[in-house]
């Protein structure tokens, strides 16, 4: 019985990320100036030149060594790296990252003030209107 080692498999490795990116091929495509069946023959291709993966990585927003050396365990052990180890109980600590208030909230909040301003306003000129 022999082991089979998977091969090193570079479009295979940047249709992961782009996928973890929740990136279209299309958008990709876009991105590089090129057309999705392109990047469809990228992710198919087992190698790509250098230079080409260059520009596969600056348009996915990380570097060349990252596109090499992805693994799906890797991810997972950068993921799990967002856990908050000093509480001890393994609960991701979220309020650095989420809102405690909603944004449409405060807008309409404002946008109320403004218009009570504004009414405040014409009632003082209408005031001194009335008064001359």
């Not at 260059?54 to 090499?68: C, F, H, P, R």
């Not at 052990?77 to 944004?103: H, Q």
């Amino acid at each position: 019985m022999s082991a089979t080692i998977k091969p090193y498999h570079i479009g295979r490795k940047i249709s992961r990320i782009r996928e973890l990116k929740d990136m279209k091929q299309e958008a990709l495509a876009q991105a590089l100036g090129t057309n999705q069946q392109a990047i469809s023959a990228i992710e198919n291709s087992e190698n790509i030149d250098e230079e080409k993966l260059k520009e596969v990585a600056k348009a996915l927003g990380v570097s060349v060594e990252a596109i090499k050396n992805f693994t799906e365990e890797n991810m997972i052990n950068y993921f799990n790296s967002f856990y908050d180890s000093s509480s001890g109980n393994g609960v991701v600590n979220a309020t650095n990252y989420d809102c405690t208030f909603n944004p449409l909230d405060k807008v309409v909040e404002l946008y109320e003030r403004l218009v009570q301003a504004e009414k405040d306003k014409n009632e003082y000129l209408e005031k001194l209107l009335k008064g001359k």
